[in-house]
């Protein structure tokens, strides 16, 4: 899978906050077609890295490079735009709308101009795209109720979906397992495996379940205060003596 | 998935539902103890003017209609049905308020138009796209202000500039104060990009503040704390004499329903949801790709527009303007209009401002002290039903669906 050629590249991309370096000197590619995992100990800096690469942060220094051209500098909804989709470590979705109207909004940006979306019909011809998804999602029969009112478990099915809706280049999932149901797990795992393999969607994926991420990922990059510890498969990382250290103490 | 746990959990999830709604925001206890208060005060027989008495039966009328929408589900024939005919009779009534009216009336009326126009416009801005403005009132002086300036040629002086201003025809000079404040909202909306919520509100009652200050200084633009008075003369629009009142209420009449059609199609359309996206989680909403400074400056100065409209209309019905009309007051009035008739509905603006209106009727006994029993009303009202009128309604329904659904 490692062989597609790389959709993001990141660059000696490097955030601090007040003479602490988040993020440091970080390069690492994301290749068409793979799954890839980021891990690393508790404040090792990677969900800083996917704001800086999404934009809700801005880098101090290096590039973020979408099929070749440096997005670095845009703000965050262009950079999805362009896709660049991603779920947050908290679950956010819009509570006050509908499963649905989540899922179109979550869609309709990336078609058209602002002022034409005004003059387009109101569903914007998402609607069997949209209930396509949710189906998929297991959702169906929630299509019309408020976000709010979905159990945790649901919510968390709706953020994913969100991420997808777009047809995006590259999906960055910041801790899928977060908070899930153990018994639920294998089902997170599955659903992504399976956008993977038959929709051909790309991840970049920040985990801290190691047992979740190893199962799933084609790569690993193992961080560790800020800086790129090591890369490679799984059982490449797993072998590592470095990390072992790192997670266990040494 | 098989029928059954489809079945399980959605019962399930409707119980949640339920469990959601009564341990939520809507206190039944103070609910029926804040519409017997009102009720009290709105049934006193102290201080009924013909105007009062409209109102009350119009704020009345709405409220019926709610029970009546409340009563069918909104997705069957009847309640499609009741939904369209409830909006024409609220139209029709609009319509047959002014007949046989005094003078002194109608201009009340006309008031209430205009106000309902702000407050149309202030709920796409707060209520839809969740930016709190605490500045309708600079606007609507900016309007007022823009619309007189241009009736007839004024000479103005102003920051070392002196010279005449344009004459422009009173259609013309609407379209001008409501594109003024377009642009002047901008100024705020900046702000807005970086603050939320109460300094939010800060930021807009500062700009409130900053143009009241104008508008009494500047004398040699705005005639300072003497104001100025309309000289138009050229009142004659597609035929009709709006220097005849009730003429006059139909014109404006006609503005507030465009102002309405118009919230409606933005909101019902995808610039809709991508304002609800903002106010739920704008950075959510940035992430999946919406432009925010984009819709959030497009909220302000929709927002802004109608309420600059209005000023227009306003300054021309009361035929006087000074700046005491719009000092920060009169933009804590369109703020709780908006909220207390339920900020995101249709139908709130226009039951928070005859609420107002009545309050504000039936508290004159009061005297002094009517400011302070308002705001009791007010903490009392949003305590009991912080959604406002219309949005109480609306979480009624979705109890009731809650409930029919759980029950079958």
Same mark, same amino acid.
């Given at each position: 899978?490692?062989?597609g050629a790389p959709v993001v590249r990141v660059r000696g991309l490097t955030k601090s906050f007040g003479g602490i370096n988040a993020v440091d000197d970080v390069s690492f590619d994301v290749h068409d077609g793979e799954i890839l995992g980021i891990i690393g100990p508790n404040g090792c800096g990677k969900s800083t890295l996917f704001n800086c690469i999404l934009?809700?942060?801005?880098?101090?220094?290096?590039?973020?490079?979408?099929?070749?051209?440096?997005?670095?500098?845009?703000?965050?909804?262009?950079?999805?735009?362009?896709?660049?989709?991603?779920?947050?470590?908290?679950?956010?979705?819009f509570e006050s709308m509908s499963v649905r109207d989540n899922l179109k909004t979550a869609a309709q940006e990336h078609i058209g101009t602002i002022g034409g979306r005004l003059f387009r019909r109101p569903d914007m011809g998402l609607g069997d795209k949209v209930d396509r998804l949710i189906e998929r999602f297991g959702l169906g029969h929630l299509a019309e109720e408020r976000a709010g009112n979905l159990s945790y478990g649901q919510q968390k099915l709706l953020d994913t979906a969100m991420a997808f809706v777009s047809d995006p280049a590259v999906v960055f999932l910041d801790e899928p397992a977060g908070g899930v149901n153990p018994t639920m797990l294998g089902d997170v795992r599955d659903r992504i495996r399976d956008l993977n393999e038959h929709d051909g969607t790309t991840f970049a994926v920040v985990e801290h379940n190691m047992e979740f991420i190893f199962g799933l990922a084609h790569r690993i990059v193992v961080m560790d205060q800020g800086r790129v510890l090591t890369t490679g498969t799984p059982d490449e990382v797993r072998d590592d003596p470095r990390v072992l250290e790192v997670y266990l103490g040494g | 998935m098989s029928a059954t746990t489809s079945t399980g959990e959605r019962l399930a999830h409707r119980?949640?539902?339920?469990? $959601?709604?009564?341990?939520?925001? /809507?206190?039944?206890?103070?609910a029926a103890a804040a519409v017997a208060a009102v009720a009290t005060v709105v049934l006193l027989p102290v201080g009924r003017s013909e105007f009062a008495g409209i109102m009350w039966l119009w704020a009345a009328a709405l409220v019926a209609v709610l029970g009546l929408n409340l009563l069918l589900p909104v997705e069957s024939w009847n309640g499609i049905v009741v939904k369209w005919a409830s909006l024409a009779g609220c139209v029709a009534f609009l319509a047959v308020f002014p007949v046989g009216r005094t003078n002194s009336t109608l201009v009340d009326l006309g008031l209430f138009v205009v106000f309902a126009i702000v407050c149309v416009g202030l709920n796409l801005t707060h209520g839809f796209a969740g930016k709190i403005s605490l500045a309708q009132g600079a606007f609507l002086g900016i309007g007022a202000y823009v619309s007189v300036l241009l009736d007839t040629g004024r000479e103005v002086a102003v920051a070392g500039f $002196?010279?005449?201003?344009?004459? /422009?025809?009173?259609l013309l000079a609407i379209a001008v104060a409501g594109l003024t404040c377009m642009v002047l909202s901008v100024l705020i909306g900046f702000p807005a990009l970086r603050v939320q919520g109460p300094w939010l509100a800060f930021v807009t009652l500062a700009f409130n503040l900053l143009v009241y200050l104008v508008l009494n200084n500047e004398v040699g633009l705005t005639g300072g704390s003497r104001g100025l008075r309309t000289l138009r003369v050229d009142l004659v629009v597609f035929g009709v004499d709006l220097f005849e009142t009730r003429n006059y209420y139909y014109f404006c009449l006609v503005f507030l329903l465009a102002?309405?059609?118009l919230v409606w199609w933005i909101v019902r359309s995808p610039w809709g949801r991508a304002f609800k996206a903002l106010r739920d989680n704008p950075g959510r909403a940035a992430s999946l790709g919406v432009d925010v400074r984009t819709y959030t400056l497009l909220a302000f100065s929709i927002g802004a527009g109608l309420a600059g409209v209005a000023g227009a209309l306003y300054a021309r019905l009361i035929e006087y303007i000074d700046p005491r009309g719009f000092y920060i007051g009169q933009s804590f009035d369109f703020f709780l209009a908006?909220?207390?008739?339920?900020?995101?509905t249709m139908v709130g603006p226009f039951i928070g401002v005859s609420f107002i209106t009545v309050l504000t009727d039936r508290l004159r006994f009061t005297g002094d002290y009517y400011r302070v029993w308002f705001g009791l009303f007010v903490v009392f009202m949003m305590l009991a039903a912080p959604r406002g009128v219309a949005g109480s309604f609306n979480q009624l329904r979705s109890w009731l669906r809650a409930r029919r659904e759980a029950a079958r």
């Open positions: 899978m490692t062989e934009g809700q942060y801005r880098a101090d220094r290096g590039r973020v490079e979408l099929h070749g051209r440096d997005v670095g500098r845009w703000r965050p909804h262009r950079r999805a735009n362009a896709g660049l989709a991603r779920t947050f470590q908290l679950l956010q979705v | 119980r949640d539902a339920v469990a $959601e709604i009564d341990r939520g925001s /809507l206190s039944w206890p103070l $002196e010279g005449t201003l344009p004459d /422009l025809p009173f102002a309405t059609a908006t909220v207390v008739g339920g900020l995101g």
